[in-house]
């Protein structure tokens, strides 16, 4: 079997979507304070897709400024060098196992007001300095609390009404506020997509999703697998 701090190589999950399995699809590449043009692209598709009766009735190029002005928003929100950041600040005893290694290991300094980018950053550093992967991985695990989630897409929709004042209406509902109804819905019904992620394939060698949870399985001689 692997060692500890390679288990994260091989993955065997039962696929769920009671949010024991979360996968945020807002993270950036480690390092990154906003997803690069590749990302933001495939976050443009994903949130059209949900926003799908939206664009049908009021055209795809009204709710694609504000996706991707929700975007941005979501984004700077989280941004370190922004005063009103909403980054939440480091706590040792309660970062997940492989960060407290990392940041012991190396005694990496921080105090109470040492905020997870920073720590991110001094991980990042490190890392590179030692050829250590396994710290560029803790690295990546803190990134995690850096990035906004659906539920931070909801705000910022939400807060764009001023900068989208000549837009279109549904049903009586500005277009801002439609679209962060949609989301808002979209955060309910799939927790596979809400919250912080605790699962990533990224990294791994082999990887197993069991579906039968959320497919089933048949009853034929052949469905005992």
């Not at 009586?172 to 605790?198: D, R, W």
């Not at 990224?202 to 399985?217: I, L, Y």
Request: charged fraction near 25%; proline fraction near 3%; include cysteine.
């Amino acid at each position: 079997s692997l060692p500890a701090n390679r288990k994260h190589e091989a993955i065997f999950e039962y696929f769920s979507d009671t949010g024991s399995l979360i996968k945020n699809l807002l993270d950036t590449r480690v390092g990154c304070r906003y997803p690069l043009a590749d990302h933001k692209a495939f976050l443009k598709n994903w949130l059209l897709i949900l926003c799908d009766d939206i664009v049908v009735r009021l055209g795809v190029q009204n709710v694609s400024a504000v996706l991707d002005a929700a975007i941005d928003r979501a984004y700077k929100d989280r941004d370190d060098r922004y005063a009103a950041n909403t980054i939440p600040l480091y706590r040792h005893d309660v970062a997940l196992p492989e960060v407290r290694h990392a940041v012991d290991r190396y005694s990496i300094e921080f105090d109470t007001y040492t905020n997870y980018r920073e720590i991110v950053d001094s991980l990042i550093q490190v890392g590179l300095a030692q050829q250590d992967d396994s710290v560029i991985h803790a690295a990546k695990l803190a990134q995690r609390r850096c990035t906004p989630m659906l539920s931070d897409l909801v705000l910022a929709a939400s807060g764009l009404r001023d900068e989208f004042k000549d837009a279109p209406s549904l049903d009586g509902v500005h277009v801002t506020g439609a679209i962060a109804n949609a989301l808002t819905n979209a955060n309910k019904m799939f927790k596979c997509f809400s919250g912080e992620t605790n699962t990533d394939i990224s990294e791994s060698r082999v990887c197993v999703f069991d579906m039968s949870n959320v497919f089933g399985r048949g009853t034929g001689p052949g469905a005992d697998w």
